[in-house]
Each structure stands twice: as structure tokens, then as C-alpha cells.
């Protein structure tokens, strides 16, 4: 059964701090991971997507890597800014035909203080 | 990219009544899915709703808790029946574009 855990679950910083959110998971087959963000009351944005052949994927001041065989991604912030205070959820997809259901971390907690 | 309109945004409620949450999408989508994401839990998939033919429900969920309609390509509600305070939780709905999902502002439930 897969399992996702994020590590830290809560991380306060002071703005301008370059900082790294963990993610693992138990289960190596995977077909993709994907990095979210969530804020009260607009639900959850997607940030990056790697599929399970890539080692990594670029956004602005965000960068997703995965290490399949160890189980492992990272979402690296750099430069962070108060606007970036939220939660950052992670999920993978599994690889079972086309029930490819997410399965979740409990996310960690951002606050970037001004 | 598509669009998901989820309402209500926050509602309490009655132990033993029933609420109805809506979801209407800004395009067609094939599949359409029902998350529940309760106080220090993950996001957990209550069900699959393709248009057409019933949902398909993840275990630990039934068809009479969590009754979900799906009319056409652009729209699903979930009801949340004979309330509990257990079933204080957040819903969301969610879609596809491609391989990226995305998500209904969500559902913010209390039950009293």
C-alpha cells in the first residue's frame, strides 16, 4: 500500500531564505508526483507535475526533483516571499491502468515572515 | 485551463440532516472526483464519478452516505447524508486537464 509522508509538516521562515520540502513515498512505482499548493478557501493549485521517467521540473523560483529507486522528491524554493505562506501538499499517481488514483501526504505548513 | 466552481464554500449543519455540494466545471470533463480532506488528514478519494453510470466508490465509502450525481460533462454533487460530527471535514472536487488535476475551491463542513 502507498504511503506518502512530508517532511517537515510545519516550516516558518524569514523572507529571503532559500528553503526545501521533503516528500517520500513507499511504493516506487509510480507514474508521476506532483507538488500542490493549498490556501484557506481556494482550494488546491497544482505546481509541478514530474513524470516518473523525468528527475525534475522548473517553475520560477520552484524546482521539484525525484529520485524514483529511493523514494524520494524535494520542492526547492528560492528566495521565498511572504505570498508563498500556504501549504504544500504532495501526491503521487500510481501505476495501475488507468485508475490512477493520488494518493496524499498531509503536507507541510509554509509561513514566509516579512 | 479549466475552471471548477464549488459551492457552497462553508456551511453548519444539524447532526441528521443532509447537505449538497455542487461542483459545475467551465468545459467537459470525463471524470470528475470527490475528496475529502479531514482536520490533520490527507486528502482521501470518497469516489469516481464518470457521467452516465454511477460512481465508483474507494473503500470505507458507500453510495448511501455519500449519494453523487453526475447529469452531464460539466457538473457532480456529492451529498453528505444523516450528518455526524465525524463528517466535519473539507470536500473538494477535482478534475483533469491532461494529466494535471485540478480542484473546487472546496467545501468547509461543520456539523453541530
Known amino acids: 500500500k502507498q504511503e506518502v509522508t512530508q517532511i517537515p509538516a510545519a516550516l516558518s521562515v524569514p523572507e529571503g531564505e532559500n528553503l526545501v520540502l521533503n516528500c517520500s513515498f513507499t511504493?516506487?512505482?509510480?507514474?508521476?508526483l506532483q507538488w500542490f499548493r493549498q490556501d484557506p478557501g481556494k482550494g488546491l493549485t497544482s505546481l509541478l507535475l514530474i513524470q516518473s521517467s523525468q528527475r525534475e521540473q522548473t517553475s520560477g523560483r520552484l524546482n521539484a526533483s525525484l529520485d524514483k529507486s529511493s523514494g524520494r522528491s524535494t520542492l526547492y524554493i528560492a528566495a521565498s516571499q511572504p505570498g508563498d505562506s500556504a501549504t504544500y501538499l504532495c501526491a503521487v499517481s500510481s501505476n495501475a491502468g488507468n485508475n490512477r488514483k493520488l494518493i496524499w501526504g498531509l503536507g507541510t505548513s509554509l509561513a514566509v515572515n516579512p | 485551463s479549466a475552471v471548477i466552481s464549488q459551492k457552497p464554500s462553508r456551511d453548519i449543519c444539524q447532526r441528521g440532516t443532509s447537505l449538497t455540494i455542487q461542483c459545475q466545471v467551465d468545459s467537459q470533463v470525463t471524470m470528475m472526483f470527490w475528496y475529502r480532506q479531514q482536520p490533520g488528514q490527507s486528502l482521501t478519494l470518497i469516489a469516481t464519478a464518470n457521467q452516465g453510470s454511477e460512481a465508483t466508490y474507494e473503500s470505507g465509502f458507500v453510495i448511501d452516505k455519500f449519494p453523487i450525481s453526475r447529469p452531464n460533462l460539466t457538473f457532480s454533487t456529492l451529498t453528505v447524508s444523516n450528518m455526524s460530527p465525524e463528517d466535519s471535514s473539507i470536500y473538494l472536487c477535482?478534475?483533469?486537464?491532461?494529466?494535471?488535476?485540478?480542484f473546487g475551491q472546496g467545501t468547509r463542513l461543520t456539523v453541530v
Open positions: 511504493d516506487s512505482a509510480i507514474y508521476n
Open positions: 477535482s478534475s483533469n486537464d491532461g494529466p494535471t488535476p485540478f
